[in-house]
Structure formats: structure tokens, C-alpha cells
């Protein structure tokens, strides 16, 4: 049981290059999602999907889109890679459990993305 | 103001210490809370959650939560080098009963534990 897949693992783009970030999970999970982390900042979320069909924009969607290609896979697209999107990018999916509430987030090994 | 505060640290205690980790939050609304431990390297990993206030135990683990001074807390005793990671304090909002992993966290403390 693999859990949540991300490829790349490691990423260098230069300013104006687009590229795109996979996410797979064999989880079953019907909601996926695309943190950024910083120093200093935390994990702050870009986009989520709550099921397969949807997505919507969270706190820091700028510079990106995502694609919720089908129930397993989720991708984030860079259209042109900017400086300000230096960052440790990790996808993550959740799914219903006991109390009927989805909000244990499982995370994936994340991609450390250097944009020049 | 950000909505969970945390203090980065990094936070440095020996083998057998009881270590407190905490973070302050602002808006109060059908909130839950969560910790996470993520390993050098590694995406971040549930430790705990609790709905409500009052404690929560797991083995060596504590999670505390007082919902009149908004504040949370991380207790853990009889601390282990393999406990050295960052711990990231979180907090999620219930939405009519359903609620999506749509989490704010703070900025994380990084915890060394020597032997």
C-alpha cells in the first residue's frame, strides 16, 4: 500500500517555465490536496478537490491550476514558474472515516521545487 | 494576525524530558484541532486530533485544548531522540457536519531530543 505518490521528488525550473506535479493515491480517498510549505510560513493550502469532479481554490492559488484527472489522481500545474514559487509542495488525501468527517489529511513524500 | 501561532523554536531537550509544544489561535467557530510530526525529508504525519476541550491521550502523546483562552497544547513525555522532528499544530472548521481537510497550520517547531 503505496498511499500518496507524488513525482517529482526534487525540481529546478527557470523563471517562466511551466511544468506540472502528479499526485496519486491508492487510498480510496475522495478529496485530495496541494500545500506549499515555507519557512516561516507553515503549510499553506493552493487547491483542493473534495471529490472527483471539483476543485476549488484555497489560500494561496495564484500562479497555479490543478486537474482532478479521476478519483486517484490530482496534478498542479506551474503555466509559468516564478521565483516566489521556491517551496516544498506536498499533496495530501483525505476520506470519510468513522465520525463521518474527512479531516485526516495523509500526505505524500513532497517535491522540492528551485525556480531560478 | 495569523489564524494558529505557533513558536519555531527550534526547542532542544535531553532524553526523559517532558516536552510542551503550544500554539495560540484566533476565530472560534465549530473548530477542530490536530498535530502533526514531520520528519526530516518527509510529508507530515497525524499525531493527534480532538474535537472539544479538555485532554486526549495516546501512549506518551497529550493533546490539550482550552476553547476559552484558544489555546492548544502538545505534551510528551519521557521524550526519545526518535521524537526529534518538526511538530505542526493545525486547525480544521466543520461545515454543516461535513468537513474537508481544508487546514490552517501553524508554522511548525522543530524539537531536537539528545540522548
Known amino acids: 500500500n503505496a498511499g500518496v505518490t507524488q513525482t517529482p521528488k526534487f525540481q529546478v525550473l527557470k523563471t517562466g517555465q511551466s511544468m506540472t506535479l502528479q499526485c496519486a493515491q491508492d487510498m480510496n480517498h475522495n478529496s485530495m490536496y496541494w500545500y506549499r510549505q515555507d519557512p516561516g510560513m507553515g503549510l499553506r493550502l493552493i487547491y483542493y478537490s473534495a471529490s472527483e469532479g471539483t476543485t476549488d481554490k484555497g489560500e494561496v492559488p495564484n500562479g497555479y491550476n490543478v486537474s482532478r484527472l479521476n478519483k486517484r489522481e490530482f496534478s498542479l500545474r506551474l503555466e509559468s514558474a516564478a521565483p516566489s514559487q521556491t517551496s516544498v509542495y506536498f499533496c495530501a488525501s483525505s476520506g470519510v472515516h468513522g465520525q463521518g468527517y474527512n479531516e485526516k489529511l495523509f500526505f505524500g513524500s513532497g517535491t522540492q521545487l528551485s525556480v531560478l | 494576525q495569523k489564524e494558529v501561532e505557533q513558536d519555531p523554536g527550534p526547542l532542544s531537550v535531553p532524553e526523559g524530558a517532558i516536552v510542551s509544544l503550544n500554539c495560540t489561535y484566533s476565530?472560534?467557530?465549530?473548530?477542530?484541532f490536530m498535530w502533526y510530526r514531520q520528519y526530516s525529508r518527509k510529508g507530515p504525519e497525524l499525531l493527534m486530533y480532538?474535537?472539544?476541550?479538555g485532554n486526549k491521550e495516546d501512549g506518551r502523546f497529550t493533546a490539550q485544548v482550552d476553547k476559552s483562552s484558544k489555546y492548544i497544547s502538545l505534551f510528551i513525555r519521557d521524550s526519545q531522540p526518535s521524537d526529534s522532528a518538526t511538530y505542526l499544530c493545525?486547525?480544521?472548521?466543520?461545515?454543516?457536519?461535513?468537513?474537508?481537510?481544508?487546514?490552517?497550520f501553524g508554522q511548525g517547531t522543530i524539537l531536537t531530543v539528545h540522548p
Open positions: 476565530n472560534s467557530a465549530f473548530q477542530y
Open positions: 480532538t474535537y472539544s476541550s
Open positions: 493545525a486547525k480544521g472548521i466543520n461545515a454543516g457536519g461535513t468537513s474537508y481537510g481544508k487546514l490552517t
